[in-house]
């Protein structure tokens, strides 16, 4: 039932960098802002970015959101084993007047 | 601090109705655009909305879920309530509340419960 489609997973050494990419429409990341929410396995999900790029206080700035017209990014550099998890984007639909997540991502560290 | 707490039952039988009961603290649901939120999330899937309730009552629900859902709130008590009807064995899953954020023209839900674990089965 997710209109966000996000690959199911994306890896990378120590140190390097990712991305993880949230594709939709103008009902929901065209005309709407995008949060990017982590869980840690066995955990709840974490509030990560909000307002496409903007980070919550205690988030380090390894971690960066944006936004170029129906897809949304989330980019982490300088990538530890402590970021393995899965990465979910929201964001509220217009058309289905409610708030969509993506598919999710699995992030490993190799 | 914000904190969020889910509770009712772990397990629930076909056709029954789920009752989960959110109890929160460090915020007010008569403060101007707050809501509290519901989701879920199937073992091994992805996170799925299922509800927002905020602080002038409004309701919003999953279309795709709408005829199973009611979401309440009791201000006084700090509670918000999700009843769910006609619960299957694909119903199964971690149910979390949130703390939607409070500033007007974005949803973003900034504060999770721990979640509860709800099997459906005879």
């Known amino acids: 039932q997710s209109v966000l489609t996000q690959p199911p997973s994306v890896s990378a050494a120590p140190g390097q960098k990712v991305t993880i990419s949230c594709s939709g429409s103008s009902a929901n990341i065209g005309n709407n802002y995008v949060s990017w929410y982590q869980q840690l396995p066995g955990t709840a999900p974490k509030f990560f970015i909000y307002d496409n790029s903007k980070r919550p206080s205690g988030i380090p700035d390894r971690f960066s959101g944006s936004k170029s017209g129906t897809s949304a990014t989330l980019g982490i550099t300088g990538l530890q084993t402590g970021d393995e998890a899965d990465y979910y984007c929201?964001?509220?639909?217009?058309?289905?007047?409610?708030?969509?997540f993506g598919t999710g991502t699995r992030v490993t560290v190799l | 601090q914000i904190t969020l707490k889910e509770s009712g039952p772990t397990l629930v039988k076909p056709t029954q109705t789920l009752t989960l009961t959110c109890t929160f603290s460090?915020?007010?649901?008569?403060?101007?655009?707050?809501?509290v939120g519901w989701i879920r999330q199937p073992p091994g899937k992805a996170l799925e909305w299922l509800a927002v309730i905020y602080w002038d009552d409004d309701k919003r629900y999953s279309p795709f879920l709408k005829s199973r859902l009611t979401i309440t709130k009791d201000t006084s008590k700090n509670q918000v309530v999700l009843t769910m009807t006609n619960m299957d064995p694909v119903d199964t899953g971690t149910y979390y509340c949130?703390?939607?954020?409070?500033?007007?023209?974005?949803?973003?839900?900034?504060?999770w419960g721990q979640g509860t674990l709800v099997t459906v089965s005879s």
């Open positions: 949130a703390h939607r954020g409070p500033v007007p023209g974005t949803v973003y839900f900034d504060y």
């Open positions: 460090g915020f007010s649901l008569s403060t101007s655009h707050v809501g």
């Open positions: 929201g964001t509220w639909d217009s058309s289905l007047n409610g708030f969509v």
